[in-house]
């Protein structure tokens, strides 16, 4: 992608609500433009981003079974009339025509359980998973922080049915096992920890992923030995950590990017769904729920992936994996061989962004490719050339080495 062309550009002016580092850095890269209040655009950079943290989960979900759907936005109210949740403050109403009432789904369940039920009848069609990546709505109170807290944001949501609590018990550890496998692929595998949180009425445990972080919202008291985490709500009740029961808990702060339930029967009761089991007996379905916000995660990954030049992105995410800088191309010389490493880029199918610009300087370009946060920068020059080829940069890295236009398989 030529970056003179690319839609969505740097700025140097930090949007005046920007509150957090997130929001900072996505608008001022030109990966994000705010809509409204915890509503964003995503430009074709965050695009990118969003697409590949999107991909890896769909990977690891299907691995694990998961079967991917798409469910609607909007449903009738009256399925949340059906589990009392209709009074909850995150809804969004709707009208439809005739007056009938309609939500923005914030989740769900509401509307998985009775799908599932439409093909769900023998203990032979059990267990099953679905998840869909959707976005959802929720009318939070305090919109904030960029992608952390949004009204409209991004989520990964799967749904698993069983015949018995053990079964729901065996899946939910494959579940666990499959958010580390995508934390670890998104570059936040080291800083992600799993904490026990309340699991409500239905059960004593729910657990999240939280990625350490000063920044995040919620307050978690870890391990450090055994990178296990206890959320605030439910320290009184859980004093010490859950392996090795030491008491030597540290008090940090997170970010909450994903959270995994079990629901049991919650809502396979609510909505009356039952199989028939091996003797024909109706026995009632085991629910499982788990949740991961691919846009949260973004803005998370931001927050702790940075530094006071710009993001700096993990490889496995980052929008391009080469910010080809090209300088001096006024004279045509220079500018045909940076034109033609660019087209030797494209041709060996590595993503590359090339700032073919020549109406900035220097400096402008490599202020905006630290802000962007490829993680390699290639700078073809007057200078390099003298020097024997291209300088190559890791984003993470001071040191810089020249490469020569021949040898530049070794980068791949
Ligand atoms: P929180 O406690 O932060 O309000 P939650 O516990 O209500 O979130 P879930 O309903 O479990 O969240 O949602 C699953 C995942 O969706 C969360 O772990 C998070 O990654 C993401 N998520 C939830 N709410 C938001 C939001 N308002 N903006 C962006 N992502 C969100
Ligand atoms: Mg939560």
Known sequence: MRYSQLFGKTTKSVPADADSINAKLLTQGGFIQKEISGVYNYLPLGLRVLTKIQNIIREEMDKIGGQEILMPTMTQEESWVTTGRHT???????????????VLNPTHEEVVTPLAQKYIFSYRDLPFYVYQIQNKFRNE?????????????NMKDLYSFHTDEEDLNRYYEIVKQAYHAIYNRLGIGDITVLTFASGGSFSQYSHEFQTLCDNGEDTIYLCEKCKLAINKEIIDVQKTCPECGSDNLKTVKAIEVGNIFKLRNKYSKAFNFYYSDKNGQEK?????????GPSRTMGAIVECRHDDKGIVWPT???PYQIHLIGLDLHDEKIKSQSEKLYQTLQEKNIEVLYDDRLDVTAGTKFADADLIGIPQRLVISKRSLENGGVESKKRNEEKSEILSLNSLDKLI
């Open 88 to 102: 909850m403050d995150v809804l969004f109403h709707l009208k439809g025509q005739g007056g009938t009432n309609l």
């Open 141 to 153: 109170a305090r919109a904030k922080s960029g992608l952390l807290r949004g009204r409209e944001f």
């Open 316 to 318: 496995s995410i980052a």
């Open 284 to 292: 009632i379905v085991e629910m499982g729920c788990y949740g991961l």
